[in-house]
Structures are given as C-alpha cells and as structure tokens.
C-alpha cells in the first residue's frame, strides 16, 4: 500500500526540500535567519505577515536535520495511500487545510494565553517579556503531517505498522491514538524546556478529523 509514491506526495517532499536548501543558502551566504523571515508568528506580534500562514508549513528548524527528515518521512509513509483513496486535488486541499489550521489554532491558543497572563486584552499591557514571545517563529511541516497521520489511521484502521522503538507490529488506529494522547498530555504539561509545538499537532489532528467527516457527507 505504502511502496509506490503519489505524485502529489512527491511535489510536496520536492518543495519542502527546495525551501529548506535555499533556508541554509539564505544562513550560510547572506547571514539571514532564514526562520524569522518564513516562520510564522502570533497575529497581534508586530512582525506578522498573512503569508507566514503558508510558508512557516513548508519551512523547518536549520539547526535540527531531524526536524525535516521525521516530516519528510512521515509524509513518504502515509500520504501516498491517502492520495490514492482521494485523488492529488483533494489531497492537497487537505495537505494544506490542516497545516493553516493547525497554525490558527496554535496561535489563538498563544493568544488568550498571553491576554491572560497580562489580564487585559491590551497589547500595550503586556510584559517586554512577553511581547518578544508573541514574535518567536513558528516553522514546521508538522501540523499537515499528523493530519495526515490521523486520516490514514481513520481510512486505514486495521493496517500493521512496524514500530522502530520497540519493534513491534501496531495496528494504525491503536498507533494514532497513543500519538495523539501523547501529544496532549505534552500539551498539557507544557515544559518550558520543550520547543515543540505540540498544540499545532493537535490542532493538524483536528482539523483533519472535521474535514474526513464532512468529506463523508
């Protein structure tokens, strides 16, 4: 089922690795953070611009090559039997659908967390401190990539995955579920030492659930 790439799947990997050579062209030769100008920040924060809400999908972390190799890989693994059942039109519709998503969603959950540390919705009210977060990048196929993980575990319930760590065989439904609870209880215990954005993965997961269902419709 997962052997033969779709083409869909295979423009998304090609694109995603042409921005990230020109990322490590625009550090190494022209000394510009290639994550500040691609990643995508809070609404309210000074340095937003709408089109972060595409490119920040397609943009990844130059500092961490496993941070495009795990996307990448899990776009390979489960995009192509979706593609297959859907067709390339419908499969990026949905590639991109759950990417912007899960960016909305994690910014507004960034939202009310600043409004309320400050107690007001005031801008101006915020801490110094604060503000600067509102302008941290966020950059990452991630939010797209679990939506695609939990459509495949919806379409394909009954389909054995070969797990790495341990090696064992898992049902896809079984493996989603324990990756989704994992990323809430992450979510929820919110490390100040963890720089992933694990509410974007929720919010992938999410998006692609309501679109699956009124797809049924």
């Not at 500092?63 to 192509?80: E, P, Q, R, T, V």
Request: proline content about 4%; aromatic content about 16%.
């Amino acid at each position: 089922m997962m052997n033969r790439i779709a083409p869909m799947v295979k423009n998304l990997l090609i694109v995603n690795v042409i921005v990230f050579a020109i990322q490590l062209a625009m550090e190494s030769f022209f000394n510009l953070d290639s994550v500040r100008v691609f990643g995508l920040r809070y609404f309210g924060a000074s340095e937003f611009a709408p089109y972060q809400l595409i490119t920040y999908m397609f943009s990844h972390s130059t500092y961490d090559i496993m941070h495009i190799i795990g996307n990448m890989f899990a776009l390979y693994m489960f995009g192509s039997s979706l593609e297959q059942a859907w067709g390339s039109k419908r499969f990026l519709q949905f590639y991109l659908i759950t990417g912007i998503g899960a960016g909305v969603l994690y910014q507004f959950a960034s939202g009310i967390e600043l409004y309320m540390a400050a107690d007001t919705f005031s801008t101006a009210a915020l801490s110094l401190r604060d503000q600067a977060y509102m302008n941290i990048p966020m950059v990452g196929a991630s939010g797209a990539v679990f939506g695609i993980l939990l459509a495949f575990g919806m379409l394909f319930p009954n389909v054995r995955l070969m797990l790495l760590f341990p090696p064992i065989p898992i049902k896809a439904k079984y493996f989603v579920l324990f990756y989704g609870l994992y990323e809430l209880y992450a979510t929820i215990q919110n490390s100040p030492t963890d720089n992933t954005a694990h509410l974007a993965h929720l919010g992938g997961m999410l998006f692609a659930f309501i679109l699956i269902k009124m797809w049924k419709k």
